[in-house]
């Protein structure tokens, strides 16, 4: 498949000439500690541990240059499903938390945390008054790239809208950081309404596909010195 669907990556350096935000998408105890939930891995899992990793390494590195970070969590009412996944980040539950390598950024003065309750972060971001958070946080801080991470591809769709994210300019999603949950077929059998999804193709195919929404691939992400 990855011949048929060929994927050219960059490497990145951010530099302080342009003023660069992280997005963190559910980068969450429910999707990523072992034994956490339905959706959460059922022993360590390479791809996911290596995207925690990379997370918290690089939100350490722009919240130390007082550069934005958001994170997305996810958080759902036991009684609302999400279609068409397993009951999961069930609100008021563990799940729901950042994972243990990032809960530092609940006190991060550069951090901004939302609880999102459907797929699409930028719809999640819309607020009781019709305001966007993540909108304001954009231009608010007068942010031209964002780079992001895990669960992306309808949140790319979405943030690639210039007219609405203005002065946004690119979406760069790191591959390096870039993971998907694995619902194998005989997992998702037994669960009612849950379709599979295979960790490793799917993540390629989610790669390939926020490519064709327009983002920017990237394998390595380093930080110019200062």
Not at 128 to 153: A, M
Not at 188 to 198: E, F, K
């Amino acid at each position: 498949m990855k011949k048929e669907l060929p994927l050219e990556e960059d490497s990145l350096v951010l530099s302080q000439d342009v003023k660069t935000g992280l997005i963190l998408v559910v980068v969450v105890n429910g999707f990523c500690t072992v034994g956490a939930g339905n959706l959460a891995p059922m022993k360590p899992d390479k791809q996911i541990s290596d995207m925690v990793e990379e997370s918290a390494r690089l939100a350490r590195l722009l919240c130390e240059r007082k550069w934005p970070v958001f994170a997305f969590l996810d958080s759902h009412l036991p009684d609302i499903p999400e279609p068409s996944f397993p009951p999961h980040c069930i609100a008021g539950t563990d799940e729901t938390r950042l994972v243990p390598a990032l809960q530092w950024l609940e006190n991060e003065p550069n951090a901004t945390l939302r609880c999102k309750n459907c797929i699409d972060g930028f719809i999640g971001s819309i607020q009781e008054d019709d305001s966007n958070l993540f909108v304001d946080w954009v231009k608010n801080n007068q942010i031209k790239t964002v780079y992001t991470q895990i669960c992306v591809l309808d949140f790319v769709s979405s943030a690639l809208n210039r007219r609405i994210l203005t002065p946004l300019e690119d979406v760069i999603a790191y591959s390096s950081a870039f993971a998907t949950f694995d619902l194998p077929v005989h997992v998702a059998r037994n669960i009612s309404g849950a379709l599979v999804h295979p960790q490793d193709l799917m993540h390629h195919i989610g790669l390939y596909m926020a490519k064709g929404r327009g983002a920017r691939i990237v394998s390595e992400v380093s930080v110019a010195a200062l």
